[in-house]
């Protein structure tokens, strides 16, 4: 995805492009969130899934096109498979979780899994961490509980398996950060791609129905959608640093506040909002630390989750 430099958006400084890209990927991915609830009245979320991976296959072959057959040059094939793995089980908990769970609650826990990310990056990749981050994550956490009230109200399976699905996001994140040390954003692309789809397809085997020709539209805009926003988050983190676009995401929280009333009656309490600033907070401070590393050493970082 690229701007011309003719058109007024390309005119205008890069910061503010990454701010523009930036806000249009948190309405799209918000409203792909809005496609998933209303697809899982009818239709399992593990076949909703399947779609979403499967409507993502042209932007294979688009990159085919572009960048030929040397995208599947790698050395890590595994690892490849380990992260692709580990997306789709965090993706089936997502949908399955969202069909319970208000869209604004969804979306303030889905801010979790930077958080998550960079425990394991001290656990695993033996990062460095000074009492500043480390207060941030806990500040981070702290808003998980504040959404989830253990002890003051009942937990719900929803709220759990969001929250289990940004863990294991957490640790997707890890190994993209390992893959991109050594391949390119476009190789991490076509892996994922070509061994989500057979994959997510497993699950959905067992509980297949067949949808409608109305369903499968729905489906395929939905699968455009998320693709779209992933590569306007791209476009984004290119234009400008993860400082200066990294706030611009909280605007998930208030459209998906919007759409939840909007479509599903859905009105988010306090906590909900509360929670969500302190977690986006706690995110936020670890993710603009982690990019002005990553920009010293010239290693790729990912942000936001792409169920």
Not at 50 to 62: D, E, S, Y
Not at 92 to 112: C, D, E, K, R
Not at 259 to 273: C, D, I, S
């Amino acid at each position: 995805m690229s701007v011309s430099n003719t058109s007024v958006l390309g005119r205008l400084p890069a910061s503010v492009q990454g701010m523009a890209w930036m806000f249009l990927t948190t309405i799209m991915i918000v409203a792909m969130h809005s496609f998933i609830r209303e697809l899982t009245t009818n239709l399992h979320p593990f076949e909703v899934g399947f779609f979403r991976n499967l409507f993502g296959v042209p932007v294979a072959v688009i990159l085919i096109m572009r960048y030929g057959w040397g995208l599947f040059r790698t050395e890590r094939v595994r690892t490849h498979v380990i992260r692709s793995v580990g997306h789709v089980c965090a993706m089936m908990m997502f949908f399955t979780g969202i069909v319970t769970t208000p869209l604004a609650t969804a979306n303030a826990l889905t801010f979790a899994a930077p958080l998550f990310a960079a425990v394991l990056a001290v656990l695993v990749l033996g990062e460095v961490f000074h009492w500043r981050r480390w207060g941030a994550l806990l500040f981070g956490f702290a808003g998980t509980l504040v959404i989830l009230r253990p002890g003051f109200v009942a937990l719900e399976t929803g709220p759990l398996l969001i929250l289990g699905s940004a863990f294991i996001w957490g640790v997707v994140l890890v190994v993209i950060k390992s893959l991109g040390r050594k391949d390119t954003t476009p190789t991490i692309i076509i892996y994922m791609v070509v061994f989500m789809t057979p994959l997510s397809f497993i699950p959905a085997l067992f509980v297949w129905s067949w949808p409608t020709w109305g369903e499968l539209g729905l489906m395929f805009i939905m699968g455009m959608i998320g693709t779209a926003g992933h590569l306007t988050l791209t476009q984004a983190l290119r234009l400008a640093d993860t400082a200066v676009v990294m706030p611009i995401d909280f605007f998930k929280l208030i459209w998906a506040a919007v759409l939840g009333f909007a479509l599903f009656g859905e009105v988010p309490n306090q906590f909900t909002w509360i929670g969500g600033i302190m977690i986006f907070a706690g995110a936020t401070y670890l993710a603009v630390r982690e990019r002005s590393d990553a920009r010293a050493a010239r290693i790729p970082v990912s942000l936001t989750p792409d169920p």
